[in-house]
């Protein structure tokens, strides 16, 4: 039996500001329980809310990076429903008028082929708190300080047909988020999470009822939790039952889905206008003085850096992946001048380190300055390659600048003819029978001959001297 899968995903992104989106409350990751709420925040009585003005511009550059329909009038509504951790026991959201309005797109590339996936919209919306089941036996607590965080709530079309590309387009949006400087995409701290809408049906009959996956922070367990509910469905339908219109948890120790609360429709909230707000209102002016200050874009960029830099795609790509290794590889660019040897380090050494120690680049203990001072020395000749990474190792630990290092530890390259053609006479007559084997047409004793010169010169002689006057002096 053929299914097609059906998927749509709601995105929340915790927009970068300092403050709540209605109260002057911080919004600190890691601070102790109910210290960040005030009054506002614990749905007192007579207290009105106040619009954060930092979070417009936020919204409108994520829908001029979509290609979106930018809302000029957006208004606040209340949407009403009991949650523990949602004190006011509703949540001030938009509706009808979101501030981000149809006509979205993103495009993704999944298998060597690019699709595009359609954005319904993105509105403006408070986070409730936290409710914490494992703190208290038997009991619930409730943590209010996430209450009233800003989000910026990203709603794509049912465009998506596999979990691959679902998490693909998730991919992108953190990115996109990332590069705009409005969401700093910390999924382990709840900055970025990600609903996923699943649904399966015949091909050419209606969707199917779709389960709403609710929360998943990191893009595996997207996938993990499709994968199983696309399954679960199937075998629902396969076995003649019917599939429930929910909200499904994703346990990703067990890699099942399962029942929250039923999925309630949009009457069900009784959504109204907020009385407490005024609409937003949008000129053309605010847009393009937005527009004006729109970073350069990822997919921008990686034709950039083909076009300007002679990368190649995946080098582009793995360049441009955040935008803070992107910035990383051009300020060392700038220091060098020198695209691809500037990539091969940033691609290679440094990220094997990030890699090996779990570090995000932006903790890196080698500068970027440190770097590009590390490949000057290479590229004028003052340390081979091999070296390089002996000091690149150095100034991972702490220990200094490169010039400081290859001064301190004796590293810098010999590039003495005379003495490199000293150190090969000495390993020719201390080697005649593989000498004689050489000239016997046992050319791979050529590799021998160098490695006893480098080892001789303790790894500093210059590697093309050494080829070239072991060449001269074997064909004499």
Sequence with gaps: MTWEVVIGLEIHAQLTTKTKIFSGSSIAYGAEPNTQANLLDLGMPGQLPVLNKAVIPKAIRLGLALSAEIGKRSVFDRKNYFYPDLPKGYQTSQFSYPIVDKGGFLDIEVDGETKRIGVTRAHLEEDAGKSIHDAFPGQTGVDLNRAGTPLLEIVSEPDMRSAQEAVAYAKKMHELVQYLGICDGNMQEGSFRVDSNVSIHKPGTPFGTRAELKNINSFKFIEQAIEYEIQRQID???????????????????????????????????????PDLLPVVITDEDIEAIRADMPELPEAKRQRYVADFGLSDYDAAFLTGSRAMAEYFEAVLAETNEPKVSANWVMGELSKALNQNDMDIADSPVSAAQLAGLIARIQDQTISGKIAKQVFDAIWAGEGDADAIIEQKGLKQITDSSAIEAMVDDVLANNPSQVEAYKGGQEKMFGFFVGQVMKASQGQANPAQVNQILKEKLQS
């Design 236 to 274: 629902i339908l396969e076995s003649g039952g019917q599939v429930v219109q929910e909200t499904r948890l994703y346990d990703a120790d067990k890699n099942e889905t399962r029942s929250m609360r039923e999925k309630e429709e949009a009457n069900d909230y009784r959504y109204f206008p907020c």
